[in-house]
């Protein structure tokens, strides 16, 4: 059975710093695109950052200088380090994962909280 569990989430203030992961089991990701997603409240779920099965990054605009996402093939997981926060980057953070392209992620974490306060 596949599972993505993400972990790190938390309360911060603005400025601040977190560290979210995401732990895959159930099978191997390393051929696999893996990528966060947020869902801020009464918004749509949007695209924050990918890295591709060859390490290529991607970031949605209003997060690049702030946030890098990386993956350790050998221990299935996927991190997302975020800095400088912002009160508009607060939301539940999903990892997901993709054998194609984001259009139809293949499976989804159950999600971890971000709030940053002002």
């Known amino acids: 059975q596949v599972q993505l569990v993400e972990s790190g989430g938390a309360l911060v203030q603005a400025g601040g710093s977190l560290r979210l992961s995401c732990a895959a089991s159930?099978?191997?990701?390393?051929?696999?695109?893996m990528g966060w997603f947020r869902q801020a409240p009464e918004k749509e779920r949007e695209f924050v950052a990918s890295?591709?099965?060859?390490?290529?990054?991607a970031y949605v605009d209003s997060v690049k200088g702030r946030f890098s996402i990386s993956r350790d093939k050998a221990k299935n997981t996927v991190d997302l380090q975020m800095n400088s926060l912002k009160p508009e980057d607060t939301a539940v953070y999903y990892c997901a994962t993709a054998w194609g392209n984001w259009a139809h992620p293949d499976y989804w974490g159950q999600g971890t909280r971000v709030t940053v306060s002002s």
């Open positions: 890295i591709s099965r060859t390490g290529i990054t």
């Open positions: 159930g099978r191997s990701f390393s051929n696999y695109n």
